[in-house]
């Protein structure tokens, strides 16, 4: 039997790191408000930044520190339906999980009815159960043992999606405006939180504390590598460390992903060498391309592509003129695409009149797709010369 030692690294979407790296202060910022209920600017946050950056890891992070302190914690993402899984399953399963003298409380407030002793939760028949009383309900029934924590993730800017979740934070809104302690965290890109609060009855949201995630720096990227290692028993060698630093890039899922087949390639050693990281690197690079970057492309605009794909004609840095020509379209047309990429983070600019991709591999990723397709004829399999016959209508 081959010995192994379970890897320590976390890569993966959704998956909580052993060690979380930067943002320390944002963290520790909203750490206080729950300890305090001390609220400040934190009633609301915005959290948004490119695939794989770590957002939903910070908000489970945010999560398990606020019920720590004791705090209620509804978390869900933004697909349909949100509200009545919050208000039908999430808020029942928490009146259950309170302690006694929680409930007593909450029953006096009259709008559930709760039995003592056996888990059970129904509702007065009211004319239309709201959110918003729902949520002041069970803040006046915690009183000064805590607040309520809404995560909501994967806020996306479809039109239906969006206007759900603008009814959605309508409610927290004036829950807010009635004294509930409430702190309420939105995650998603950049475009589709900015159209979150382009929407109706999201316009407390524009007060929210914003936090927008990037890469991490060198420094914390070394700290991750090996304070995660160290968490499984073992060391990393200077030179390896160097070379799995350069590869992650800063980028959290790189970081998971680069440690884990370092560490897997002989992971009884006492130490991760610099034969393992080599060996991570070139396994890592093909997986991040499959995993991260081929995912982060694909959530872009038709357009959006065509930007990247006109940059990704130059290795380093583009000129923007040099876009409007290639793409074939006004200056104000490159603009406009310009900022929303720079908005999303897939774009930084680079000097004056450039810009160059913030995510690293993503060029090196669409030059070698559009060279795969001018190779095999857009990869249409030959049926370009057989096109479907209309149906009879
Ligand atoms: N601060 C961090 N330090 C170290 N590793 C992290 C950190 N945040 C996230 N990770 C790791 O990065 C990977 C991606 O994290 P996560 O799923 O939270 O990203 P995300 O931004 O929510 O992605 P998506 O946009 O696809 O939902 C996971 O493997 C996670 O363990
Ligand atoms: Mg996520």
Request: a negative charge.
């Amino acid at each position: 039997m081959v010995e192994t030692a379970p890897s320590p690294f976390t890569p993966g979407y959704g998956k909580k790191p052993a060690i979380f790296g930067g943002h320390g202060e944002d963290l520790s910022e909203l750490r206080a408000v729950f300890e305090t209920l001390d609220f400040g600017e934190n009633h609301s946050v915005l959290v948004s930044g490119l695939r794989g950056v770590g957002k939903t890891s910070f908000l489970t992070t945010l999560q398990d520190a606020a019920r720590e302190a004791g705090w209620l914690v509804i978390s869900d993402d933004a697909s349909a339906g949100l509200m009545s899984r919050v208000m039908d399953s999430t808020i029942p399963t928490l009146i259950n999980e309170m302690t006694p003298e929680t409930r007593a409380r909450l029953t006096k407030l009259g709008i559930w009815n709760i039995s003592a002793d056996i888990e059970y939760v129904d509702r007065h028949r009211v004319v239309k159960p709201q959110l918003r009383t729902d949520l002041v309900a069970l803040s006046s029934a915690m009183g000064a043992d805590g607040g309520i924590l809404i995560t909501v993730d994967e806020v996306s800017a479809g039109k239906v999606r969006l206007r759900e979740l603008s009814k959605f934070a309508l409610q927290v809104s004036h829950a807010l405006e009635d004294g509930a302690q409430i702190m309420v965290v939105f995650a998603g890109v950049k475009v589709s939180l900015d159209a979150l609060l382009a929407e109706e009855h999201t316009t407390f949201l524009r007060r929210s504390r914003e936090l927008e995630f990037e890469r991490l720096s060198a420094p914390e990227t070394r700290r991750v590598f090996v304070e995660t290692a160290g968490i499984g028993g073992r060391a990393i060698d200077e030179e390896a460390l160097d070379k799995l630093v350069s590869l992650a890039q800063g980028y959290p899922y790189l970081v998971q992903l680069a440690g884990d087949y370092a560490w897997r390639n002989n992971s009884i050693a006492p130490c991760i060498t610099l034969v393992d990281a080599t060996v991570a690197h070139d396994r890592a690079i093909r997986a991040i391309e499959s995993r991260v970057i081929s995912r982060v492309y694909g959530d872009l605009s038709d357009v959006d592509q065509k930007f990247l794909n006109a940059m990704a004609e130059d290795e380093d840095r583009s000129k923007v003129a040099d876009i409007v020509n290639r793409m074939n379209v006004s200056d104000a047309y490159v603009q406009v695409y310009k900022k929303r990429l720079i908005d999303s983070g897939y774009v930084q600019p680079a000097g004056h009149g450039y810009v160059q991709f913030s995510l690293p591999y993503l060029g090196a990723y669409i030059r070698r797709q559009l060279a795969a397709e001018a190779r095999d004829g857009g990869n249409e399999g030959g049926w370009g010369a057989y096109p479907a016959p209309d149906l009879p209508a």
